[in-house]
């Protein structure tokens, strides 16, 4: 798996929660990785944001034992609601 592109979601003092789109080859939507910056260089894993046929939507799976605050969930419900819009206009366009 290799990352695409870095999107900062939250950003304060020197922790930052980043959101990495990766390679989903042969599927026609897309994967994601949440992660928080630490000292390895790869990032804490908490959680991934994928389509799920069942909501229709992009949805985000938290990581067990993940605890977040109202601005970091605030940076994921911006990133949803923005990559489902992009979602449904390119259906829009098939």
């Not at 950003?11 to 929660?17: A, C, D, H, L, S």
Request: glycine fraction near 8%; aromatic fraction near 16%.
């Amino acid at each position: 798996m290799s990352f695409i592109k870095d999107v900062v979601i939250y950003k304060k003092g020197e922790t930052k929660v980043y959101i990495n789109q990766c390679h989903n080859k042969g599927k026609k939507t897309n994967f994601y990785t949440v992660r928080k910056n630490d000292k390895t260089g790869l990032g804490h894993l908490l959680g991934f944001i994928y389509y799920s046929g069942a909501w229709w939507q992009y949805i985000f799976e938290p990581s067990n034992t993940t605890i977040w605050s109202s601005s970091c969930l605030l940076g994921i419900t911006k990133f949803l609601d923005e990559t489902n819009k992009k979602q449904r206009e390119r259906w829009k366009l098939n």
